[in-house]
């Protein structure tokens, strides 16, 4: 069964780049995709973006500008990077290991997610 | 970009059928997945490819998905279905996930 586990500081503070590792335990990385969503308190969910093990990404044009995900096999982890912060940011984060069909990824293997708070 | 709608709330009965709709331009040509998150919990996928449930899923969900809107169906409702509801559809255009803005089922 595979297990994900985000780590990361919880608070960041504002224009500065929010740092968050997902680490996978009982699949390999270089498997397929993992993705990133986020929830704001009290709302609901986002897609930040993916990554394929082989390194190549995609990420949602509303962040794209701010947002890099990677992939370190060696460690079986990817991680995300969202820079220039602000309030808006503030969400749980949460890494997914999607489930790949024809042309779209459905989400079946969730981390319990971490909350990340932008303030000063 | 496109947008997927939910109504914010749904109530029921326990026992009763409750139905959660989430509409979108022509969706019914792409395939939708729902979850249902409890507080303080991750997401769990509870219907995809519009009427498929995964291994462990009651029979009481189910899904379907025609012309603007998909419908997400659980029978015979029990209070432990209470949760927040998100429809799910990939934008692929922009290679990316569509979220809905979640449905709140109160069963009471």
């Known amino acids: 069964q595979v297990q994900l586990q985000e780590s990361g500081p919880g608070l960041v503070k504002p224009s500065e780049t929010l740092s968050l590792t997902c680490s996978v335990s009982?699949?390999?990385?270089?498997?397929?995709?993992w993705s990133w969503i986020r929830q704001p308190p009290g709302k609901g969910l986002e897609y930040i973006g993916h990554?394929?093990?082989?390194?190549?990404?995609n990420y949602n044009p509303s962040l794209q500008s701010r947002v890099t995900i990677s992939v370190d096999t060696s460690k079986n982890q990817f991680s995300l990077k969202l820079s220039s912060v602000t309030a808006a940011d503030t969400a749980v984060y949460y890494c997914?290991?999607?489930?790949?069909?024809?042309?779209?990824?459905?989400?079946?293997?969730w981390g319990h997610g971490t909350l990340v708070t932008v303030s000063s | 970009s496109y947008d997927l709608t939910q109504s914010p709330s749904v109530s029921v009965s326990p026992g009763h059928t409750a139905s959660i709709t989430c509409s979108g331009d022509?969706?019914?040509?792409?395939?939708v997945f729902w979850y249902q998150q409890k507080p303080g919990q991750s997401p769990v996928l509870v219907i995809y490819?519009?009427?498929m449930r995964p291994s462990g899923i009651p029979e009481r969900f189910s899904g379907s998905n025609s012309a603007n809107t998909a419908t997400l169906t659980i029978s015979g409702t029990q209070p432990m279905d209470e949760a927040d509801y998100y429809c799910?559809?990939?934008?692929?255009?922009?290679?990316?996930?569509?979220f809905g803005g979640g449905t709140k089922l109160t069963v009471l």
């Open positions: 997914a290991r999607p489930a790949v069909g024809s042309g779209w990824l459905l989400f079946d293997f």
């Open positions: 009982g699949d390999s990385i270089s498997r397929s995709y």
């Open positions: 990554i394929y093990y082989s390194g190549s990404t």
């Open positions: 022509k969706l019914g040509d792409r395939y």
């Open positions: 490819q519009d009427s």
């Open positions: 799910q559809t990939w934008d692929s255009n922009i290679n990316t996930a569509i």
